[in-house]
């Protein structure tokens, strides 16, 4: 009871720090809108309506998945910057457990830009969603941001030791849009990726939010992506308990 305590407390002080900040209400609204906007501009050379409205739904995550990559990465940076990763090291609550909360705070401010890439969408490029199935449309969106969270989550973890990890998430943020098929349909990939896009949840998620608009069955996808995303959890978790019991072994922690 007190760890789930720790973790909500933790989650909403952070998602109230998030909520007013400038720059996270700017990447989380604007950046999308402007990704959102150079996709469908491409697919609408065409003037394939289809094309269009798998477009949308994917830009549509794509937010969410920005909101992780490049902060999730540079969250224990920040607190290197500001002297306090000793401390969060050093305290009680496993190292974990506090970024856990963090990464999810981030991932939920991102579920603002899917309604805004939504009605950017509608009132620009006049794509009206139709979704067939709006519960499970609803459950994939909220799924989609559990998974990325753990995924931002498992990329946290990594740049304890390492000082320049956080530069992991801005290599990852453009090839994600391709790789968990956001903007470009999975089959269109070279042969050998196709692995790495079935390996990320959100790839699972974002085709449950297609499936859940044409009114196909989404029980599959979705519970691939159940299953992918408590992966990430975990090895995040041993992850994070081998670097840190590693700097104290070898009294190099370089934390600040």
Not at 9 to 28: N, T
Not at 198 to 203: Q, Y
Not at 216 to 236: E, F, N
Request: glycine share 8%; with cysteine; net charge positive.
């Amino acid at each position: 009871m007190t760890r789930l305590r720790q973790l909500v407390v933790c989650f909403w002080l952070q998602f109230k720090i998030l909520l007013f900040s400038p720059f996270e209400g700017f990447s989380a609204v604007v950046f999308p809108l402007m990704f959102a906007t150079a996709a469908l501009l491409v697919y609408r050379v065409n003037g394939d309506p289809e094309a269009m409205l798998y477009a949308g739904i994917g830009a549509a995550a794509m937010g969410i998945w920005t909101s992780q990559t490049v902060s999730a990465t540079t969250l224990v940076q920040r607190e290197r910057r500001a002297g306090t990763l000793e401390l969060v090291v050093a305290a009680p609550t496993p190292f974990s457990l506090v970024l856990l909360p963090i990464t999810c705070a981030m991932a939920t401010i991102g579920l603002y830009s899917v309604l805004a890439t939504i009605l950017w969408d509608w009132w620009l490029f006049d794509i009206a969603l139709h979704i067939e199935n709006w519960p499970v449309f609803v459950l994939s969106i909220l799924m989609a941001t559990v998974t990325i969270a753990l995924f931002g989550f498992l990329l946290s973890v990594s740049a304890v030791r390492y000082r320049t990890s956080w530069a992991l998430g801005a290599a990852l943020e453009y090839p994600g849009w391709l790789l968990c098929g956001f903007v470009v349909p999975l089959d269109l990939l070279p042969d050998v990726l196709r692995p790495i896009s079935r390996a990320l949840a959100p790839t699972w998620a974002v085709e449950g939010m297609r499936a859940a608009a044409a009114g196909k069955s989404a029980r599959g996808d979705l519970a691939i992506c159940g299953a992918v995303g408590p992966a990430y959890a975990a090895l995040a978790g041993w992850l994070g308990v081998r670097l840190i019991n590693a700097a104290r072994r070898d009294a190099t922690p370089a934390l600040s």
